[in-house]
Structure formats: C-alpha cells, structure tokens
C-alpha cells in the first residue's frame, strides 16, 4: 500500500472489504449450520480460507490472468491471512503477551519511519523483521 497499484486507500478498498466479507460470511454461516455446542468455538476455521493455490494458479496462467486480477487476489490473501491470525491470537489464545507486541509494533513504526527516510539497507531491514517476528511469535 506504500506504492503501485494499491498505494491509495480508494484503489485497496475492494479487496481489503472482499477479504473482510470473505472471513465473516463463512464464521457466520458456520455459526448458523452448527448447533452443537462444544464445536461452536471452531467459529475461525472457515474464516481462515486458503487462497494461496488460487495464487499458484494464477501463477502458472501466466500472461493470460490480467495483472489486476492478480494484484486483487495477492491483496485478497494477505488481508485475509492477516484478520486469520489477528482472530486466532485474539480468540484461541489465552496469554497474549503484551509487551512482546507492543514492541514489536514499536519496531514496526520504526520501518514505517525508515521507508519515509528513504533507508533501503536490506540487512536492518531484515535484522529488525526478525525479531518483530520473534516479538509476535511470542
């Protein structure tokens, strides 16, 4: 969303809200088709799809699948493997560790502040992608 073809919030809004419309739509009908109670909390399982061998189709299309078409779907799965984890660390989760992510996402302002001084360095780059992984892992 920094640059290219979703680099405004007016052109990432359709597969932002398609994604969001695709983990609610399918928990909501799992909540409705399932009345047992002790399975009720398996809620997140068929809000986390997986899209990633739809992209592996598209891949081996090639040149014959629009590039916008690819740029949706890519937008698509990572919105929708990002509100996958949010709800499975929020939900099925019962220590988060709030001072690990709260660093992690100082770590994380800390690359948004290196885009904007332009810093293009990879290897601090990366060394401070590993341990906002290790912080959010933990």
Known sequence: MIAGE??????AALPISAAIGGMII???L???VNKNPNAM??????MA??????????????????LALKIFLLAFALVD????VIVIAIFYN???????????LGLTMLLIVFNKLKIKSIPPIMILGWVIWYLFLK
């Open 6 to 11: 979703l680099s405004s919030f007016k052109q």
């Open 81 to 84: 493997v990002l509100g996958a």
């Open 49 to 66: 799809t997986d899209i990633a061998f739809s992209l592996g189709v598209l891949s081996l299309l090639g040149k014959r699948v629009p």
């Open 94 to 104: 019962h220590d988060i560790q709030w001072s690990y992510l709260i660093i992690g």
């Open 41 to 46: 909390a398996g809620w997140g399982i068929p």
């Open 30 to 32: 799992f909540l409705i």
């Open 26 to 28: 399918p928990a909501v």
